[in-house]
């Protein structure tokens, strides 16, 4: 069955300063994953998304993530944080036609 | 395109009261989904519904815990009698299908079980 494993449950990085969130999944067969973003009081909003089209793959406000098979990873970056980049993120893994399963989280705060 | 609909938002109960919580998916997803969510924790799935037809209930708590989708359209999820553990966000999401679609999720209904 597939997993999560998100490293660091909460990260605090200055504005400005890069911004690494780390994710390591298992898996029997190439998986999809995905990175969710979550804000206070909010639903899960899709950051990006692994299809095995490309192993690096780029999402919206400015954040990527790279596939890793020889690692089994899928870290999320971004270049320059921002204060609206303060929010929950979740890591998630499927196998196609097997649930969605998520990590435990991240929590980003970013400092000015 | 609107998105996925929940109601309430916010539910406060004594225990062993009923409750029930609302979703209306996005429109032509055919697949929806009930997560639970417990505070500092991930999603877990608790049902999974291929237009009308529960196909993954593996998780939900079955004596206390029931769920339909009516015409393949909005859904409901009920419980009866609430506990102070089913204290958590109930979210809903909707996928065009079912093999690694992406999901979109629903605000999610926070509820409190006193």
């Known amino acids: 069955a597939q997993s999560v494993t998100q490293l660091g449950s909460h990260v605090s990085v200055s504005e400005g300063a890069l911004v690494l969130l780390r994710c390591n999944y298992s898996?029997?067969?190439?998986?999809?994953l995905f990175w969710y973003v979550q804000y206070p009081n909010q639903g899960l909003q899709l950051l990006l998304k692994?299809?095995?089209?490309?192993?690096l793959v780029k999402g919206i406000n400015g954040f990527e993530a790279e596939f890793k098979k020889s690692e089994t990873s899928f870290h999320l970056t971004k270049p320059s944080a921002h204060m609206s980049d303060a929010a929950e993120y979740f890591c998630?893994?499927?196998?196609?036609?097997?649930?969605?399963?998520f990590g435990k989280g991240t929590r980003l705060s970013v400092i000015a | 395109e609107a998105g996925v609909v929940q109601s309430p938002r916010y539910k406060i109960i004594e225990k062993k009261q009923p409750v029930a919580f609302w979703c209306n998916p996005i429109?032509?997803?055919?697949?929806l989904y009930w997560y639970l969510q417990n505070l500092g924790q991930g999603p877990e799935l608790l049902i999974r519904?291929?237009?009308?037809?529960?196909?993954?209930d593996s998780q939900l708590p079955k004596d206390r815990f029931s769920a339909e989708r009516l015409k393949g359209v909005d859904s409901t999820l009920k419980i009866q009698p609430a506990e102070l553990g089913d204290s958590a966000v109930y979210l809903c999401?909707?996928?065009?299908?079912?093999?690694?679609?992406?999901?979109?999720f629903g605000p999610g209904t926070r509820l409190l079980v006193l």
């Open positions: 429109s032509g997803h055919n697949t």
């Open positions: 998630a893994v499927s196998e196609g036609n097997t649930p969605l399963v």
């Open positions: 692994y299809t095995s089209a490309a192993t």
């Open positions: 999401a909707s996928s065009r299908g079912g093999n690694g679609e992406t999901q979109y």
């Open positions: 898996s029997s067969v190439p998986p999809y």
């Open positions: 519904y291929e237009n009308e037809e529960a196909v993954d």
